[in-house]
């Protein structure tokens, strides 16, 4: 159930409740593909980091270890410690991604694990029975991801499949809440807009997942290469025809300052690899800008990455000496640099809440939707 509690022009603040507790939004879900944010952090670091929302991918769980035996260990939330709302997404960016070894029918798609090589065959219903394994908070249609560019006559024949694959997710997802032996019978279901580039076609698409009266409605296909003007040219036309009593989600997405121009076009919810790959690799964030920490300015440097951040990184180490672990090969190097990342990223959707409660959005916007993605 979604709450809106106030708007700034067409910026939300709200509240969603969930069988697995409440989320503040805006929000930004954490990513951690196999039940892990990789760089050596469990779920009980995300609380510290304060996260609000993880996010599994049905596909890579369900090829290892199998949605099947992580039903068996009682979900996951169970599996992996982890008592806050989960969202799984479909599989669906993962056939796209695999794209030379994929399929496609009506009924599904049959594609090679990227693991082993053996066949898989994933269709809306198989979608809906993994994630209803897996217990997840909120599930995601399968969908079919396409391309960007692709012709619009393309474009406009997958919107058509993505619509009578989501009618069967639904009634697939009905289905197994309504059994006696499902691990979270509330389980959530949230649609995907689909449409390239195309505005009327993403409209049109719109228009008619929304006669469905999901849980939620997610942006799809978008951040894949396209320019950043595209994506928010197709967020502006699209949400006009978005639920406005239903969470909005921005998928794979993005850069602090992406964020902060999507939710100032009236999006929600936000995940996205980045904050974590890029620590990985010594690209931290910071309220200056973005701080390689592989400069060799840095080897003497006492200060923490940001003066301006509590985290657990920042609170106990310098940057010298997180330049030092990434020198040395460290793993700890890693594990430093995604804490403070991630907590950057949950800061920074703390402060735009935070800013929607003042009335104060566009003044936030305006200092540091630049700034933040600026390098140092």
Not at 30 to 53: E, F, M, P, W
Not at 68 to 77: A, K, P, S, T
Request: net charge neutral; aromatic share 8%.
């Amino acid at each position: 159930m979604y709450h809106l509690i106030k708007k700034e022009g067409h910026a939300r603040r709200g509240s969603f409740d969930t069988v697995h507790g409440n989320v503040q939004t805006p929000a930004f879900m954490n990513v951690g593909t196999s039940a892990a944010i990789k760089g050596g952090i469990s779920s009980y670091d995300l609380r510290d980091l304060k996260c609000q929302v993880e996010l599994c991918n049905t596909y890579h769980l369900h090829v290892r270890p199998g949605d099947q035996l992580i039903r068996r260990m009682g979900g996951l939330h169970k599996f992996m410690g982890w008592e806050r709302p989960i969202l799984t997404d479909s599989g669906g960016f993962q056939v796209f991604s695999l794209a030379s070894l994929r399929k496609i029918s009506e009924e599904g798609v049959t594609f090679a694990s990227h693991v082993d090589g053996r066949k898989i065959f994933m269709s809306p219903e198989i979608s809906m029975q993994i994630q209803s394994n897996l217990g997840s908070t909120i599930a995601m249609a399968f969908d079919e991801c396409v391309e960007n560019p692709s012709t619009r006559e393309y474009s406009e024949k997958s919107c058509a499949r993505t619509t009578r694959w989501l009618i069967r997710c639904k009634a697939e997802m009905e289905r197994l809440n309504s059994l006696p032996d499902t691990i979270n019978p509330h389980q959530m279901l949230f649609g995907i807009n689909q449409g390239c580039v195309y505005d009327d076609l993403r409209i049109a698409h719109m228009k008619e997942i929304a006669k469905l009266d999901l849980d939620g409605y997610a942006i799809g296909g978008l951040a894949v290469g396209e320019p950043a003007e595209d994506m928010y040219r197709i967020i502006e036309a699209v949400e006009p025809y978005m639920p406005s009593e239903k969470p909005r989600y921005l998928m794979g997405v993005g850069t602090p300052g992406n964020i902060i121009e999507a939710v100032w076009r009236g999006v929600d919810l936000f995940d996205c690899v980045m904050p974590s790959r890029n620590a990985r690799h010594g690209h931290l964030n910071t309220w200056s800008g973005i701080r390689n920490i592989m400069n060799a300015k840095y080897a003497e440097d006492e200060q923490p990455i940001d003066p301006q951040c509590d985290c657990p990184t920042c609170r106990r180490h310098s940057r010298a000496y997180l330049r030092h672990l990434f020198k040395a090969n460290e793993m700890l190097a890693m594990r430093l640099a995604v804490m403070h990342n991630l907590y950057f990223y949950n800061t920074l959707m703390e402060k735009i809440r935070e800013a929607l409660d003042n009335g104060t959005f566009a003044q936030f916007r305006e200092q540091y939707s630049t700034l933040l993605d600026t390098r140092i």
